[in-house]
């Protein structure tokens, strides 16, 4: 069946490094691909998605291109702050969402 | 514009318990999706309500039930808890013909 691999954490970083956190999907169709974030002790909130093979989701600074042939998404960010801590997950969608077991990223000043 | 809401925030029941959690969709948004989410993973798709029908089921057993009201808001119970069960319950809303969800804040509920 469909799933998403992530990179395992946490990945600590300092403010204003480069982040990159690898997912790779298997799926039979064409999904729609997802990049959620859940900060402590709330619900998850959708970061940004994409449709179809080589399109750019983006949002608050955070990036990710459908890469059919290599069947990832990965999630970069140019200069991570402090307030980005949190757990991010990787998702693929025919319907129901399929998520990764996400990760943890710690930004330290 | 309201999001999408969950009651109770937090609940604590006893092994053998039935539980009821609530969930109100996005305004605009006609479907309602629930997932399980255990400690330290990744949510679990349980199933997924349209037209007050379930449209799609992840692999959990019929102890997990749901309903959905004809103002789209839903209900998902679950009988004869388990100490598994203890998990944060997760609601989410969207549109019949999209698949991008949008998440509430999600019901922890304990199983002791």
């Known amino acids: 069946g469909d799933s998403v691999t992530q990179m395992e954490g946490p990945v600590t970083l300092s403010e204003e490094a480069f982040l990159t956190i690898n997912c790779t999907y298997t799926?039979?169709?064409?999904?729609?691909l997802f990049w959620y974030v859940q900060y402590p002790g709330e619900g998850l909130q959708l970061l940004l998605k994409?449709?179809?093979?080589?399109d750019k989701g983006s949002n608050k600074g955070f990036e990710a291109t459908y890469r059919k042939e290599t069947t990832s998404f990965h999630l970069e960010k140019g200069s991570v702050q402090v307030s980005d801590s949190a757990v991010y997950f990787c998702?693929?969608?025919?319907?129901?969402?399929?998520f990764g077991t996400g990760t943890r990223l710690q930004v330290f000043p | 514009d309201a999001g999408v809401t969950q009651s109770p925030t937090h609940l604590i029941k006893t092994r053998g318990q039935q539980v009821t959690l609530r969930c109100s969709p996005k305004?605009?948004?006609?479907?309602v999706s629930w997932y399980q989410q255990a400690l330290g993973q990744g949510p679990q798709f349980i199933f997924q309500?349209?037209?007050?029908?379930?449209?799609q089921r992840g692999n959990f057993p019929d102890r997990f039930s749901g309903h959905q009201f004809p103002n789209y808001s839903s209900e998902l119970n679950v009988n004869a808890l388990l100490l598994g069960d203890s998990a944060l319950y997760l609601c989410?809303?969207?549109?019949?013909?999209?698949?991008?969800?949008?998440f509430g804040p999600g019901t922890r509920l304990t199983v002791t």
């Open positions: 994409a449709t179809k093979a080589d």
């Open positions: 305004s605009g948004h006609d479907t």
């Open positions: 998702a693929l969608s025919e319907g129901e969402l399929i």
């Open positions: 799926a039979t169709g064409y999904p729609s």
């Open positions: 989410a809303s969207s549109l019949v013909t999209e698949y991008e969800q949008y």
């Open positions: 309500y349209y037209e007050e029908e379930e449209r």
